[in-house]
């Protein structure tokens, strides 16, 4: 799919003239394509695989219906018969995901859109608790029986071309993710939106404009979306802006007994973001990133007692 094939799709589709296109370089598995209409633009998301849009419209219509800013859905087809990808077409948020705001946002803005993304994580848990763990669309059965099994998941085994000292992280994170049994087996299947962190949070001059990729949703432990959040701070903003992180947590209530997990969720997605990442970055960013790690994973050793509230 081109830029011309997503003009015809959305033209033929909602029957408006389309004046450009351009392919959207953010997303890690969907095509995606910003079209521009007279007087506005709408976002085209295609993917081979048609199960990842099985639930996307009906999260969207739940998360609306709880008063979160989610964009519309226009059309939606996953049948892969018309264009041999499953599509959505919506309205197009205007703004920029915040990793590329916050670095110019104030500490009292920080504050209000930490506040904001607190109260929507709160009405969403308040949706039924889930049966099973992990990511899965709104009311369907997790995959994983166990909490735990989703930061096991996360953290992996590694393999024999790692780097000695990721492996060593991988190691001793894997030592703490052990003591925290307790913790993992009591978590309850918490509904959250595990993804809205520096990318999928619509800015425009400091202030919220919306949420967007609801493809899925999870279901456990709320920090998760903390660390995701912290992580992908250090890895894409900077460590001024954890400011913006502190905030979360303190408008959140996390407790001094969940710190060390938080830190351990933390460093188990910045392992990820090595694995993942790492050949195309810079060495700056990868200092960085193993500046944190190590943060976390030392705070977490000498702050763990595999007995947290």
């Known amino acids: 799919?081109?830029?011309?094939?997503?003009?015809?799709?959305?033209?033929?589709?909602?029957?408006?003239?389309t004046l450009s296109a351009a392919h959207q370089a953010f997303g890690h598995n969907s095509l995606t394509y910003e079209v521009v209409l007279p007087g506005r633009s709408v976002m085209v998301r295609m993917n081979q695989k048609a199960e990842v849009f099985a639930t996307t419209a009906h999260n969207l219509t739940v998360l609306a219906g709880l008063g979160l800013p989610t964009p519309t859905v226009l059309a939606v087809d996953v049948t892969c018969s018309r264009v041999p990808l499953a599509y959505m077409i919506l309205d197009k948020i205007p703004g920029r995901d915040l990793r590329y705001e916050l670095g110019t946002m104030s500490f009292e803005q920080?504050?209000?859109?930490?506040?904001?993304?607190?109260?929507?994580?709160?009405?969403?848990?308040?949706?039924?608790?889930?049966?099973?763990?992990?990511?899965?669309g709104i009311g369907e059965t997790g995959p994983y029986a166990s909490w735990g099994d989703v930061p096991d998941h996360q953290v992996g085994d590694g393999d024999a071309a790692e780097e000695q000292e990721i492996a060593r992280w991988r190691s001793?994170?894997?030592?703490?993710?052990?003591?925290?049994e307790a913790y993992f087996r009591s978590a309850p299947p918490t509904c959250f939106l595990d993804d809205i962190t520096v990318k999928n949070v619509i800015v425009r001059?400091?202030?919220?404009?919306?949420?967007?990729?609801?493809?899925?949703?999870?279901?456990?432990d709320p920090l998760l979306w903390l660390a995701l959040t912290a992580t992908g701070v250090v890895s894409d903003v900077g460590m001024r802006e954890l400011f913006y992180v502190e905030e979360l947590k303190r408008l959140w209530k996390v407790l001094p007994s969940q710190e060390p997990v938080l830190a351990l969720y933390s460093a188990i997605f910045a392992l990820d973001f090595l694995r993942r990442s790492?050949?195309?970055?810079?060495?700056?960013?990868?200092?960085?990133?193993?500046?944190?790690?190590?943060?976390?994973?030392?705070?977490?050793e000498q702050h763990s007692t595999g007995e947290i509230d």
Request: with cysteine; charged share 25%; hydrophobic share 35%.
């Open 278 to 300: 790492a050949p195309t970055e810079t060495k700056e960013w990868r200092t960085r990133l193993g500046v944190a790690i190590e943060r976390w994973i030392t705070f977490t």
């Open 110 to 136: 920080m504050t209000r859109l930490a506040t904001q993304l607190v109260e929507f994580q709160r009405r969403v848990g308040q949706l039924p608790p889930g049966r099973g763990y992990g990511y899965v």
């Open 172 to 180: 001793r994170a894997r030592r703490q993710r052990e003591r925290f």
């Open 1 to 17: 799919m081109n830029e011309t094939q997503a003009r015809n799709l959305v033209a033929e589709t909602l029957g408006v003239q």
């Open 205 to 220: 001059n400091g202030e919220l404009q919306g949420l967007v990729d609801f493809d899925c949703v999870c279901y456990g």
